[in-house]
Nanobody, 125 residues
């Protein structure tokens, strides 16, 4: 099973950008679709982006479409989330997670097996 570690969170002003990283170890990286999830204060965990094991297919929640980009570097066993045009509504704890299969069939948290510990993103002036 994959072990995942997120990094890159922090404080950013509205309209700013941030890139999150998720390093993976312990399994064959390409076998797993990877997702990013956001847990806003007082709300449940929402799947916001997913990328297939090969990297040729992505899926986004409407709330981040056009602003966030998920990508992966197989050589580095790392998944990224580039976030642009950040708003206070993007504040929360961000988690990366791995599916058991290569495809992004859903962004529901129950569809993902392995999870990182999360990284905090605070969008505030």
């Amino acid at each position: 099973q994959l072990q995942l570690v997120e990094s890159g969170g922090g404080l950013v002003q509205p309209g700013g950008s941030l890139t999150l990283s998720c390093g993976a170890s312990g399994s064959t990286f390409e076998l797993h679709a990877m997702g990013w999830f956001r847990e806003a204060p007082g709300k449940g965990r929402q799947g916001i982006a997913c990328i297939s094991g090969s990297g040729d297919s992505t899926d986004y929640a409407d709330s981040v479409k056009g602003r966030f980009t998920i990508s992966r570097d197989t050589a580095k066993n790392t998944t990224f989330l580039q976030m642009n045009g950040l708003t206070p509504e993007d504040t929360g704890k961000y988690y990366c997670a791995a599916r058991g299969g290569r495809r992004c069939t859903s962004r529901h948290p129950s569809d993902f097996r392995a999870w990182g510990q999360g990284t905090l993103v605070n969008v505030s002036s």
